[in-house]
């Protein structure tokens, strides 16, 4: 097994360590329930966004290797190396971190984040205080102001675009991951 | 205002500079002239007059009463006094009165002269005035008050910039940025005093500097008064240079941090200079007492800031004296913590910081504006005779220039700075995740200028103890003019040579604000899967802990369970509808416009079809309803207007159209007016409580267009609820309600008024949709609601954007 190259060996082994750790049965896989058990992500508004993002379609577990491969998204961009346009975009680079992002809201993985999936993720997050109303005006101001090309959907270069003033490097990364 | 006042009329921007150097030149004189008579009439002249008897009022009083008592004071009759200079009675308020009023046309004379402020930084021509009012004292043969009294400066003219600054302070980038701050706060000050002290220290000892009384621990004291980084002269320099975030809250944090620092240093070398020595043991008491100080100013600050914001939640029907809490609190924050010797400035950053999110969501939106323009008004005042009396201070001496101590002192204070910084920040590196680059180091280093805190440290310094206070003041004066002059004035044209970042202007989206709390949920749920207590799971319990405890204690009635995001939601709208009426309905609306002017001609300019169809695809949804917003707000404006217009001018008017256009139009102004009114009875402050659901539910019913009304009634209790209680300020959560109402009318509506005919006709009927009967709810004018709307605040600053809790 080719260990991609941005995680260190060091990472490795304290992810191990997790990763052994959530899994109870020692299958050497982690299910949805072993996400689960985790109490403080129970509590997260989106949590089972998160649980599921780790799980490729189709697959009802996920083996160590995918579970370092999806925390190497968070970890800080190496801004010594010169990107290299040879080789693939590393994956905790600017883009792979708001893909990866992106993809959490777009269930439907078609590309775009419709208002439906919009007012989805508002609902969780904002947890039953608001009423559909407040919800819905607040998706179609949303919608309104990053929609560029009018199709009533937001897509991956809008989502970007919208983000350009944040500093996703810096929001989207784990310390220890360093 | 002044640029552009200059610019219209260009030929007449050279009589504005003539004028603008006249009134300055006038000022000073003026200023000088008053202080000088002032100084003239002093108590020794008057005590003369005193005892002379017969010419003071109050003298005559006595003489009076004297006559009753003791036979033997003769009572001489003389004519009555019909007009009488009393200067000394009303001595220290008219002087203090005057400097202010000084340090305030200064201010408005130094924006007439654009191009002027654009070059010098403000903060150098204040010195350089308080120079010429010193000189001109001195000319005048007086002698120079001593303005810059330590007891005034700290007492008074330091607090309220601070209490500006604590207030207003951006949480979040401060927060993620708490460790670099401290480390330079901390260590950074403590390497320049040793540093600058040591230094001064060896080179005292050398030959032929004549310097060689000089002792250790004075020098080190002198070392500890000099690096501290001034808060105030950051922040007058910086506010001007417009740099990125970072850089800003880096600097302006290590200048309010440093001051438990500087007072521990301060007290420990100053207790010790008399004993000549200072022992481990002192040294271990010293980092013990730099904990308590700073830790214990910082828990003064707080409970005062939580007594503040309890305070601010039962203020519901006394919204005058709101903004007072606030200041008093502060104050008495500040006090408290002066009073134990504890970090002053830390208490009231800490108070401000800990107060500011709940009382902002307990206080009505005007008192919220009175403290934003207090705290700016006060700060901008004190800020400006800092810097006049320190120019004053400087005329006023006594001096000891001593070329060697001074040049060394100068020349020893950029050095370590700069190796400080750049030591420091290859350390901190190591553990950000943004790292600071070298361009980010030079501006932090530049940018640590000195001050007034500076100056009245060493003022308060013993004479006895420290015979060389002269000198010391000497050059601290030189070491401030060096950094406000030389560095304060180029570090303009710096950053813009070196390309640094700038802040952002923009406004922060509602894009930006969902999208980073989803990703900081996100960064929590990685961060619990990975097992890693990090920066986001701390937060995340905070934020947990503030929500379901200290909100309910601390907000009134039910604002607590708002969310953060409506907040911001709310916020922003109501911004946007302020700024659509005060820039008279945005470029894009044609005609019949919020100008009170073009109310009155609302009718029919027949748009050319071209300009119609243009102008049509331009209204999104989203710009209707900003629309419907102005046009409410501002039919509230003339609604008085209108109801004389519809009786008494409707004849004559000649842009008249047609009369049954006209019936239609005044029975819609008539249907709007109904809404207006209802509406005003909403958005009258103080707030009205919160009705019962069952009230609330009775007068959606009564609309019988409102579609969420099957919604409220199924959806029971907490939906209808939060809707009306839920606001931040009563007037931007109605204006949702009213919005979330015409959203659901304008659905309904939609389909009707398929093409619009003329633009105003089409919105006018859409806002009246059709026809609803709903009684009077008394006709009250609220002129309240126009100012305030049409009071937006002292300026637009990213500050009011930030999210309460981050």
Redesign the interface.
């Known amino acids: 097994m080719n260990w991609p190259l941005y995680v260190t060996p060091a990472h490795i082994v304290r992810l191990y360590d997790r990763f052994e750790a959530l899994d109870k049965e020692k299958t050497g896989h982690l299910r949805p329930q072993d996400f689960g058990a985790i109490n403080r992500l129970a509590m997260n508004p989106i949590g089972d966004r998160i649980i599921g993002a780790f799980f490729s379609p189709g697959q009802e577990t996920v083996d160590f290797h995918s579970f370092v491969r999806i925390l190497a998204h968070f970890r800080p961009a190496d801004k010594k190396h010169p990107k290299d346009p040879s080789m693939p975009e590393p994956v905790n680079s600017r883009t792979s971190k708001l893909k990866f992002a992106f993809q959490l809201y777009d269930q439907d993985k078609d590309g775009k984040i419709s208002r439906a999936e919009l007012l989805q993720v508002l609902r969780s997050m904002l947890e039953m205080q608001v009423t559909e109303e407040q919800l819905e005006s607040i998706a179609d101001r949303t919608i309104q102001e990053a929609d560029l090309d009018k199709d009533d959907a937001i897509s991956f270069e809008e989502f970007r675009k919208s983000l350009e003033k944040v500093n996703i490097d810096h929001k989207m990364s784990i310390r220890f991951l360093r | 205002m002044s640029v552009r006042v200059a610019l219209h009329s260009p030929t007449g921007s050279r009589s504005f500079l003539e004028r603008g150097l006249l009134l300055l030149v006038m000022l000073i004189f003026l200023e000088g002239t008053v202080l000088t008579l002032g100084a003239a009439s002093s108590p020794d002249i008057s005590a003369q007059d005193n005892t002379g008897g017969g010419h003071d009022r109050r003298d005559d009083h006595r003489g009076i009463a004297g006559s009753h008592e003791h036979t033997n004071y003769t009572y001489t009759k003389k004519a009555f006094p019909v007009l009488s200079l009393d200067y000394h009675h009303i001595q220290v308020p008219f002087e203090i009165s005057l400097w202010v009023l000084l340090a305030s046309l200064m201010k408005l004379g130094f924006h007439l002269i654009p191009r002027l402020s654009s070059i010098v930084p403000e903060s150098c021509l204040l010195i350089v005035v308080g120079l010429l009012v010193g000189g001109l004292i001195k000319l005048a043969g007086e002698e120079v008050p001593p303005v810059l009294d330590s007891n005034l400066f700290f007492l008074c003219l330091l607090p309220p910039i601070i209490l500006d600054a604590g207030y207003f302070l951006p949480i979040r980038p401060f927060m993620?940025n708490i460790g670099t701050i401290l480390m330079f706060a901390v260590v950074g000050t403590l390497w320049n005093a040793f540093f600058v002290g040591g230094l001064l220290y060896a080179v005292c000892q050398i030959e032929g500097t004549y310097l060689s009384q000089v002792e250790l621990l004075p020098c080190l004291l002198f070392g500890s008064i000099i690096s501290a980084v001034d808060p105030v002269a950051v922040l007058a320099v910086f506010e001007e240079i417009h740099i990125n975030e970072l850089l800003h809250i880096l600097v302006f944090g290590e200048s309010l941090l440093n001051d438990a620092v500087t007072v521990v240093l301060y007290h420990l070398f100053e207790e010790y200079s008399g004993a000549g020595e200072v022992t481990p043991t002192d040294v271990i008491l010293g980092v013990i007492c730099f904990l308590i100080v700073s830790l214990g100013g910082i828990a003064v600050g707080a409970i005062y800031g939580i007594l503040a914001a309890f305070t601010s939640r039962f203020t519901s029907h006394t919204r005058v004296i709101e903004p007072l809490f606030v200041f008093v609190y502060s104050y008495m924050a500040y006090l408290s913590a002066e009073m134990f010797h504890l970090s002053g400035i830390m208490a009231l950053i800490a108070c401000g910081a800990v107060m500011r999110p709940y009382v902002e969501a307990n206080i009505s939106h005007k008192s919220h504006t009175t403290v934003k323009y207090f705290l700016k008004m006060w700060s901008s005042v004190s800020e400006t005779l800092i810097f006049i009396f320190l120019g004053v201070a400087t005329v006023a001496g006594p001096h000891a220039w001593n070329w060697t101590f001074v040049s060394v002192t100068v020349i020893l204070c950029l050095v370590s700075r700069v190796i400080g910084v750049v030591g420091l920040t290859f350390i901190i590196n190591k553990f950000r995740?943004?790292?600071l680059t070298t361009k980010d180091q030079f501006i932090v280093a530049y940018g640590g200028l000195r001050g007034a805190i500076a100056f009245s440290l060493g003022y308060l310094l013993d004479k006895d103890l420290f015979p060389m206070r002269t000198m010391f003041l000497t050059a601290i004066i030189t070491e401030i003019f060096f950094t406000v002059f030389v560095q304060g004035m180029t570090i303009k044209p710096l950053v813009d040579l070196l390309a640094v970042k700038k802040k952002?202007e923009?406004k922060r989206?509602?894009?930006?604000e969902?999208?980073?709390?989803?990703?900081d949920?996100?960064?929590?749920?990685?961060?619990?899967?990975?097992?890693?207590y990090?920066?986001h799971?701390w937060k995340d319990k905070l934020n947990?802990f503030n929500k379901k405890y200290i909100k309910k204690c601390l907000i009134a009635g039910e604002r607590y369970?708002?969310?953060q995001?409506?907040a911001f939601?709310h916020k922003m709208e109501f911004k946007q509808a302020i700024e659509l009426v005060e820039s008279g309905g945005g470029v894009k609306l044609p005609s019949a416009m919020p100008s009170q002017v073009s109310m009155q001609n609302i009718q029919p300019k027949k748009l050319p079809p071209a300009v119609a169809e243009r102008a049509l695809p331009q209204f999104?949804?989203?710009r209707e309803e900003e629309i419907r917003k102005i046009l409410r707000s501002n039919l509230q404006k003339t609604r008085q207007r209108l109801r004389s217009y519809n009786r008494h001018t409707l004849v004559a008017d000649p842009f008249e159209d047609g009369w049954n256009d006209f019936l239609l139009k005044k029975q819609r102004m008539i249907e709007l007016e109904k809404k207006m009114t209802e509406m005003s009875n909403y958005l009258t402050v103080p707030a009205a409580p919160p009705d019962s659901p069952t009230m609330c539910r009775a007068r959606l019913a009564s609309d019988p267009n409102a579609f969420?009304n099957i919604?409220a009634s199924s959806?029971g209790v907490?939906?209808i609820q939060?809707?009306l209680a839920?606001p931040q300020s009563p007037d931007s959560v109605n204006m949702?309600n009213e919005?979330?109402k015409r959203?659901?009318t304008d659905q309904g509506l939609g389909q009707r008024e398929g093409a619009t005919r003329d633009e105003d006709q089409g919105l006018m009927m859409k806002l009246s949709s059709a026809g609803k009967e709903e009684k009077e709810e008394g006709g009250n004018k609220n002129p309240g609601l126009m100012r305030c709307l049409s009071d937006p605040g002292p300026s637009n600053e990213d500050e009011e954007d930030e999210p309460f809790l981050p």
Not at chain 2, 514 to 519: A, D, E, G, S, V
Not at chain 2, 523 to 531: A, R, S, V, Y
């Open positions: 993620e995740i943004v790292k952002q923009a989206s509602i894009n930006e969902i999208h980073t709390q989803f990703l949920h996100l960064l929590t749920g990685i961060e619990d899967i990975c097992g890693h990090g920066h799971h947990r369970k708002e969310p995001l409506i939601y999104t949804k989203g969420y919604k959806d907490p939906t939060v809707d839920s949702l919005f979330s959203g659901a």
